[in-house]
């Protein structure tokens, strides 16, 4: 039988100045330092990307169509970016080498290409490849004319039938229209986001967060199921609906880009729950002020901690703030109600996470590059004069 087709996103993260980092410098110190950077970007990425293989400065990534989310999506791409510059701070914090590999990793950074499309998967050399029109569209985008033509190095590059796909709103969200002339297959037209610039603003954010310090109550539970899952099933209203007691969950974000300000009405009846995002941290944390169809009712403010665990579950933390003291014995009385509430949805969520586990598997993906991180334990001076 023939390969039946199938609607994907495809996606290809690819390391900026990888040629000349690789020119005059130390190879295994360059060695490792390139896969410890590739593994911490394709580890972001999934879910919901799988990795498809590495292709050697660049990491090929696809998810099926039907299992992805417009919102989710972007922030997979950005945070893989966030956690590769974290990364990149980290390892020059901590590396004492004076090398000319280590010296030169300020100047690497990544750029990544996403575009939707029909892919057919085949077995080459006892491997899957994926094939097709798109997956080859997706590749010659990346030998683009951004850096020439808008000066950026750091970008996320998404097709316009990525962007119709997803429902983006991308001049909402600051996107910059660009378009590409492709051999054969012609003009495509993309936006552009600017990843140097959101790591910017990503830094420069206010952190609103309630931390195990200054909780005034905190619950734990601890979800057999990756990082990345459990923040969809939270998240995402059509995933969280799977779970969590409530009639409908309506989503207000002025840009279709959850984030913060974005509003979530639980509805129970013609009652909702109004929920405001005061800090998102996507798979890491999020932070929430929450309004019960109350009269009188505070304002609770609540942050949702996501931890992953050495056996690849993750550690949920509920941590409600401090209440002024006229509140107290109002949040006293609903937090009695919403442990009860939480702990039977919880139940629910791992039942809805475990039926997915037995279904997904990782064995089918290529290994990630090893890194033995000489760069941080074997410190040596560069021979440059």
């Not at 394709?42 to 169509?65: C, M, S």
């Not at 914090?93 to 000319?100: D, L």
Request: proline share 4%; glycine share 6%; aromatic share 8%.
């Amino acid at each position: 039988m023939l390969p039946k087709p199938e609607l994907a996103y495809f996606a290809i993260a690819d390391i900026s100045g990888y040629t000349k980092f690789l020119a005059g410098v130390e190879l295994d110190h360059a060695q490792d330092i390139i896969a410890d950077l590739m593994n911490t970007v394709v580890k972001g990425l999934r879910p919901p990307f799988r990795l498809a293989k590495f292709e050697g400065d660049a990491a090929f990534v696809y998810a099926v169509a039907e299992k992805v989310d417009g919102s989710l999506l972007q922030d997979s791409i950005e945070s893989a970016y966030f956690k590769f510059r974290r990364r990149l701070r980290d390892v020059k914090q901590a590396s004492t080498c004076e090398c000319q590999a280590c010296v030169a990793m300020s100047d690497l950074d990544f750029k990544f290409v996403i575009h939707h499309g029909q892919m057919v998967k085949q077995k080459m050399g006892g491997r899957e490849e994926l094939a097709g029109r798109d997956v080859i569209l997706v590749h010659r985008l990346l030998k683009n004319t951004i850096s020439e033509k808008v000066g950026c190095r750091a970008y996320a590059l998404y097709s316009d039938a990525c962007v119709q796909t997803l429902s983006m709103d991308p001049v909402a969200q600051g996107l910059v229209e660009h378009c590409e002339t492709i051999e054969i297959i012609g003009d495509v037209k993309v936006w552009l986001r600017d990843l140097d610039d959101a790591w910017k603003a990503e830094n420069g954010n206010t952190h609103v967060e309630v931390t195990r310090a200054n909780a005034y109550l905190m619950w734990g539970f601890d979800i057999a199921a990756p990082r990345q899952t459990v923040w969809e099933h939270f998240t995402v209203p059509g995933q969280r609906q799977k779970w969590w007691p409530a009639d409908a969950i309506i989503e207000n974000s002025s840009n279709k880009r959850r984030g913060i300000g974005t509003e979530n009405h639980c509805m129970h009846g013609k009652d909702a729950i109004v929920e405001e995002v005061l800090d998102w941290r996507p798979s890491d944390y999020i932070t929430v002020s929450t309004l019960l169809p109350i009269s009188g009712a505070p304002k609770i403010m609540l942050t949702h901690a996501f931890q992953d665990r050495t056996d690849g579950a993750t550690h949920l933390e509920m941590r409600v703030a401090q209440p002024k003291p006229k509140d107290k014995a109002f949040v006293d009385q609903a937090a009695e109600k919403f442990k009860e509430n939480i702990t039977t949805a919880v139940e629910k969520l791992r039942v809805v996470l475990e039926g997915q586990q037995t279904s997904v598997s990782m064995i089918d993906e290529p290994p990630l590059i090893a890194s033995s991180e000489r760069f941080l334990t074997e410190a040596v001076k560069s021979n440059a004069s």
